[in-house]
């Protein structure tokens, strides 16, 4: 909505991981480095673990993009709440083996099977387990046990685990020592600091196009970091309002007002009420009858419907209210004057035979 206004060629905060967006922080090229140094090795497990939004499958989509086909065959397994029964079955699917039908020994064989079948073409073979945090301790078991696959001394496959902050504590429990036994390199993915979180908002926007057009004051990156906690996913999300909202406004900069109340706005869009489901539903009726046009003192009479209300009342802000009118206005405004710029384009491209022809 807002990029042609800006002069972008794309959207530069989508949070769908998008590898020709990757932005190489401190942590970022020393997590790559980590995958790098296990494909290196062609052994055993790297874990890489990172907050919810901190870049870990984008860190493995650009890793995938490097890889060379005609050397590494890659699987990656994004997996659920998995159980050992499935997790071969997962394995096998996600490498092209056919598993129908197959009992876990057969199952077993047909991957074997595979692993050395590409080991003999002078191949590797690359299995990438994300959200690993899901996996049961049966599932991790049964994954350790592929790496035990081996041809002379080569070990026939490599595993990278990649999870959120809890997988750390699972791979303490006393249970996985044998697999903490076969990682050979462990990496934790923090947020940004403040001045990466800077660099990775313009490197985003010079990805698309960006000439300085909207520009950002300090205080409003001072404001995206200190909202995002510098957790990517956090920055793009918080930074696509505060664009559209710069559009909508008309701004050609980027304040630390703006950014402050894009986050208030964001935050009263995420707020839920205290009070029981069936108060809050309640509370949505008696909204809903105001607005219709009923007698306030018949609804005060309720009781059930005065601490409704009572509820709701201090959520209300008339200025806010305002703020949104006035928002809403701006949007008709600049939404009419872009209509009215195609309607004058298209009346001069059609030339003046098109309005002889309409009288």
Known sequence: MYEAHFGLKGKP????????????SRGHRRAMAYLEY???????????????????TLL???LLEKLNPGKI????LVSTQIDADDILRLVAASFGIPSRNL???????????????????????LLIVDEAQNLTPRAVEELRMLSNFQLEDHALLQSFLVGQPEFRKIMQSPEMIQLRQRVIASYHLGPLDLQETQ???????????????????????AGIFKYSGGIPRRINALCDRIMLAAFLGEERRISGEIVEQTVTEMREEQVVPESGSGSVDFSRQVVGLMTAGV??????????AARALAEIGPGYDA???????????RTLSVTLNALSQLIGTAREASGPESDTGSQ
Not at 13 to 24: I, V
Not at 38 to 56: C, M, P, S, Y
């Open 13 to 24: 905060f989508q949070l769908n991981p998008d590898p020709s967006f990757f932005y190489g």
């Open 38 to 56: 296990g494909l290196h090795q062609n052994e055993g497990f790297i874990v890489i673990t990172g907050e919810v939004g901190a870049g870990k």
């Open 60 to 62: 493995v989509r650009s």
């Open 73 to 76: 065959i890659a699987a990656n």
């Open 103 to 125: 009992s876990k020994s057969e199952l077993l064989l047909a991957i074997e099977s595979f692993l050395v079948s590409t080991t003999a073409k002078g191949k590797r073979a």
């Open 199 to 221: 660099a990775y908002v313009e490197h985003r926007l010079t990805c698309v196009g960006w000439k300085g057009n909207p520009a950002f004051d300090a205080e409003a990156m």
């Open 295 to 304: 007698d306030l003192q018949a609804i005060l009479a309720n009781p059930q």
């Open 319 to 329: 200025a806010r209210i305002e703020e949104r009118i006035a928002l809403l206005e």
